[in-house]
Nanobody, 119 residues
Framework: VQLQASGGGLVQSGGSLRLSCETS????????ISWFRQAPGKEREGVSC????????ASADSVKGRFTFSKDNAKNSLYLQMNSLKPEDTAVYYC?????????????WGQGTQVTVSS
């Protein structure tokens, strides 16, 4: 089981980035895949999650309307399109596999990708 996040970088406030999560070793049709982020000195927080069973997504209030989670089954990849980025979005972003978007346990994690938003 592997998840590999990429696509982070430095962007100005109001800009956009698209993060990718490449997966291997499992079918994400049977799992929840979530993006988490952790900023320096802060606890890790869930950003957006997609349910493998029905494709429904759930997002944190802080990113609703700005971030969109999608998946490409053929490429075993998932994407987080981040628009209207704010300095407070600066963090290391991780993708992780779990058993449920709500109250689930996430047992496999990618290595993280840094997103920095300058003001």
């Amino acid at each position: 089981v592997q998840l590999q996040a990429s696509g982070g970088g430095l962007v100005q406030s109001g800009g956009s980035l698209r993060l990718s999560c490449e997966t291997s070793g499992f079918s994400f049709d049977y799992y929840a895949i979530s993006w988490f982020r952790q900023a320096p000195g802060k606890e890790r927080e869930g950003v957006s999650c997609i349910s493998g069973s029905d494709g429904r997504t759930a997002s944190a209030d802080s990113v609703k309307g700005r971030f969109t989670f999608s998946k490409d089954n053929a490429k075993n990849s998932l994407y987080l399109q981040m628009n209207s980025l704010k300095p407070e979005d600066t963090a290391v972003y991780y993708c992780a596999r779990g058993d449920s978007c709500i109250g689930g346990r996430f047992d496999s994690w990618g290595q993280g990708t840094q997103v920095t938003v300058s003001s």
